[in-house]
């Protein structure tokens, strides 16, 4: 069984910054994207980043500039650089990965709170 674990979340201040990182353990494909997506209270989860094998990235338009994604192939991990931070980004976040056969795996989440 897949699994992967995040890391990284927690309380922080409006402007301030948090890095999530998600670690997969071994899956019997490749690994053809991993990426992040959020559930606010309420909302339905949404994409927030994700990042192919390749390094081709894509982000939701409210974290453009705000956000990195990150890879390391040879870790099978991917993180995601947080910055400038607002209440709105409130959530808790969930890793995901998907492989070549198409076998799509998500992380438990964890909370983030951007609070004063």
């Known amino acids: 069984q897949v699994q992967l674990v995040e890391s990284g979340g927690g309380l922080v201040q409006p402007g301030g910054s948090l890095r999530l990182s998600c670690a997969s353990s071994?899956?019997?494909?490749?690994?053809?994207?991993m990426g992040w997506y959020r559930q606010a209270p309420g909302n339905e989860r949404e994409l927030v980043a994700t990042?192919?094998?390749?390094?081709?990235?894509n982000y939701a338009d409210s974290v453009k500039g705000r956000f990195t994604i990150s890879r390391d192939n040879a870790k099978d991990t991917v993180y995601l650089q947080m910055n400038s931070l607002k209440p709105e980004d409130t959530a808790v976040y969930y890793c995901t990965k998907r492989t070549t056969l198409g076998q799509e795996y998500w992380g438990q989440g964890t909370q983030v709170t951007v609070s004063s």
């Open positions: 990042i192919t094998s390749g390094g081709t990235t």
């Open positions: 071994r899956s019997f494909a490749s690994t053809r994207i």
